[in-house]
């Protein structure tokens, strides 16, 4: 064999022996991306499904939050409701009748008389006591006091009219250490207190 043929001969062994190992050095490389490929697509996947997960537990905390907050919002806004419409049923029914009682000057004039005559039954000579009357009706009043009570005024009985109460009177020991409130605003507001529970569990209950 000729110097050549071996040279030639050599040169493929080397070659082919080249081409394999690039074979096997690729198969490797090809193998190890593919099983790192398929661990990143597993770890991608187990994300995915840890933030699905998260996502639904979330969701649906917020769903319950909401539906809570729905829930309080519309519990206040009936509540809310029921104790207005209660208020105006009240209001109306209060304001009303108390206005017309005071309007009515006889029974306004028969309340202070009771009034009076309860104030010291221990000792009817003297009474010290401060009666405080509106001043639109002094002219009226003070006519009934001198035909009708002159025996409380001769007792010591204190009057004066004063332009802040309206309907109705106030009636105080003459030391002013307390005041009993007979106005038809006193009257409103102790009917409404009454009346405004009754009148809404009558509604609603």
């Avoid at 769903?63 to 109306?92: D, M, P």
């Amino acid at each position: 064999m000729s110097t050549n043929d071996k040279i030639k001969q050599l040169t493929d062994k080397i070659y082919l022996e080249g081409i394999e190992e690039a074979k096997k050095e690729a198969e490797v490389i090809i193998s190890k991306a593919k099983k790192e490929a398929e661990e990143i697509i597993a770890s991608a996947k187990k994300m995915e499904t840890e933030l699905s997960k998260q996502m639904q537990e979330k969701a649906s905390e917020v769903r319950k939050n909401t539906e809570s907050e729905l829930k309080l919002a519309a519990r206040q806004f009936t509540s809310s409701l029921k104790h207005q419409i209660s208020n105006e049923i009240v209001n109306a029914q209060v304001e009303t009748t108390v206005q017309e009682a005071f309007k009515d000057k006889d029974f306004v004039q028969n309340m202070i008389l009771s009034m009076l005559n309860k104030w010291n039954p221990e000792s009817a000579e003297s009474m010290s006591v401060n009666l405080l009357l509106s001043k639109e009706d002094e002219a009226e009043l003070t006519k009934f006091f001198n035909e009708k009570a002159k025996e409380i005024l001769n007792a010591g009985l204190e009057i004066n009219f004063i332009p802040t109460i309206k309907n109705g009177f106030k009636i105080a020991p003459k030391d002013s250490s307390y005041h009993i409130n007979f106005t038809d605003e006193s009257f409103e507001n102790y009917f409404k207190s009454y009346l405004k529970d009754k009148t809404k569990k009558l509604i609603f209950d």
